[in-house]
């Protein structure tokens, strides 16, 4: 099959590769209908983030199942589903409690999340407890991009507006315009958030922002953004942040620009960031979120997707071959597209 593979930074190409084959009992086997590139394969497409050389990438796709384990129950051959990019048992404690980024079995097992998804076929472990099946079998074309982003980005911005506490007739803040920002807005929207700002300096994802439910752009940043979003909301902050890039600028502006009495939803994975404690501490600001539990948003993201009630998939705008597709990284990393997806 064809897949593609690190090489090293700056280096990823699209090769042969030994087909995917069931390696337990609890695993499924999917032929990939919809795969995309991640904001966090950047870091170590950029070799910020260390990763094997030879490896195959990618942890988001959507697809048929062709083959399951013997201890697979729930999961049929056939079914069409989104492929959330944990890997959880569903059942451990930890799961049970809606923790299943931190699964008991799959750590025992040594996996966390699914790998090597930017393929014509990939194995995912713990079939029954990771998978979400697509009512209806195999959807229309149309219906691709929507449900990919339910894998992660859309699970992991809404995830940032649980963690943030966004409740209905709130004013809410996104920091970050990248994929997992965007999707933050719908899922503020659909918590019900009656003002949403946005933190963007780029038109193109600006307009997005809008169409997805933003009231207010701030095209500033650091100091100028802060004094912006203050301005908006009379002197106060936001009730709301939602911290979606990692960095130590942009979690600096997310705690500059809350409120007393809010909390941050930070799903940004963080490089070089540090908590100010003593003004969380002053000013009751809470620190909320992580790695994003996405198959426990999965099912009622799907159900929104198919009702038609939110299109989280507008934030690809780069669609590539397979093969094509390691240009999909250069483009992001550019800043010349949101997402970049591919149908192998």
């Given at each position: 099959?064809r897949a593609l593979?690190?090489?090293a930074p700056f280096?990823v190409?699209?090769v042969?590769?030994?087909?995917?084959?069931?390696r337990?009992s609890?695993?499924?086997i999917?032929d990939?209908?919809?795969?995309?590139?991640c904001g966090?394969?950047?870091?170590?497409?950029?070799g910020?983030n260390?990763?094997?050389?030879?490896?195959?990438t990618g942890?988001?796709c959507?697809?048929?199942v062709v083959q399951?384990?013997?201890d697979?129950?729930?999961?049929r051959?056939?079914?069409?589903?989104v492929v959330?990019?944990?890997?959880?048992?569903g059942?451990?404690?930890?799961c049970r409690?809606g923790q299943?980024q931190?699964?008991?079995v799959?750590?025992?097992a040594?996996?966390?999340s699914?790998q090597?998804?930017?393929?014509?076929?990939v194995?995912?472990?713990?079939?029954d407890?990771s998978?979400v099946?697509v009512?209806g079998g195999r959807?229309?074309?149309?219906?691709l991009?929507h449900?990919l982003?339910l894998s992660?980005v859309?699970?992991?911005?809404y995830?940032?507006?649980?963690s943030?506490?966004v409740?209905?007739?709130?004013t809410?803040?996104?920091?970050?315009d990248?994929?997992?920002?965007?999707?933050?807005v719908v899922?503020?929207?659909m918590?019900?958030?009656?003002?949403?700002?946005m933190l963007?300096?780029?038109v193109?994802?600006q307009n997005?922002a809008r169409a997805?439910?933003?009231?207010d752009?701030?095209?500033?940043r650091?100091?100028?953004?802060?004094?912006?979003v203050?301005?908006?909301?009379?002197g106060l902050?936001?009730?709301?942040?939602?911290?979606c890039v990692?960095?130590a600028?942009?979690?600096?502006t997310?705690?500059?620009i809350?409120?007393?009495?809010?909390?941050?939803?930070f799903v940004?994975l963080?490089?070089?960031v540090?908590?100010?404690v003593?003004r969380?501490?002053r000013?009751?600001?809470?620190?909320?979120?992580?790695?994003a539990p996405t198959?426990?948003y999965?099912p009622?993201?799907?159900?929104?997707?198919?009702?038609?009630?939110?299109t989280?998939?507008d934030?690809f705008?780069?669609?590539?071959?397979?093969e094509?597709l390691p240009?999909?990284?250069?483009?992001?990393n550019e800043r010349?597209a949101?997402?970049?997806?591919a149908?192998?």
């Amino acid at each position: 099959m064809r897949a593609l593979r690190f090489n090293a930074p700056f280096d990823v190409t699209c090769v042969e590769a030994d087909e995917p084959v069931v390696r337990d009992s609890r695993d499924a086997i999917i032929d990939v209908a919809a795969t995309c590139v991640c904001g966090s394969d950047l870091w170590a497409f950029r070799g910020e983030n260390e990763r094997k050389p030879g490896s195959l990438t990618g942890h988001e796709c959507v697809g048929e199942v062709v083959q399951v384990g013997a201890d697979v129950r729930d999961i049929r051959v056939g079914d069409f589903v989104v492929v959330p990019f944990l890997a959880s048992c569903g059942s451990c404690v930890l799961c049970r409690a809606g923790q299943l980024q931190s699964c008991v079995v799959a750590a025992e097992a040594g996996v966390f999340s699914t790998q090597a998804a930017q393929a014509q076929r990939v194995r995912a472990p713990f079939a029954d407890g990771s998978l979400v099946v697509v009512p209806g079998g195999r959807p229309a074309e149309a219906l691709l991009p929507h449900l990919l982003a339910l894998s992660d980005v859309m699970g992991t911005g809404y995830h940032a507006a649980v963690s943030a506490r966004v409740q209905p007739g709130d004013t809410v803040a996104v920091v970050g315009d990248g994929a997992v920002g965007l999707c933050g807005v719908v899922a503020s929207t659909m918590l019900g958030a009656k003002r949403i700002i946005m933190l963007s300096r780029h038109v193109d994802r600006q307009n997005i922002a809008r169409a997805f439910g933003a009231t207010d752009i701030v095209s500033e940043r650091g100091d100028e953004a802060t004094a912006s979003v203050r301005e908006l909301t009379h002197g106060l902050g936001a009730d709301a942040v939602l911290e979606c890039v990692g960095t130590a600028q942009s979690m600096s502006t997310a705690f500059d620009i809350a409120r007393p009495g809010a909390t941050i939803g930070f799903v940004g994975l963080p490089h070089d960031v540090d908590v100010p404690v003593g003004r969380m501490f002053r000013h009751n600001i809470g620190l909320a979120g992580g790695v994003a539990p996405t198959r426990k948003y999965t099912p009622q993201l799907v159900a929104a997707v198919l009702s038609g009630s939110i299109t989280p998939g507008d934030v690809f705008d780069l669609k590539l071959s397979l093969e094509e597709l390691p240009q999909g990284y250069v483009e992001m990393n550019e800043r010349r597209a949101i997402k970049a997806w591919a149908t192998p």
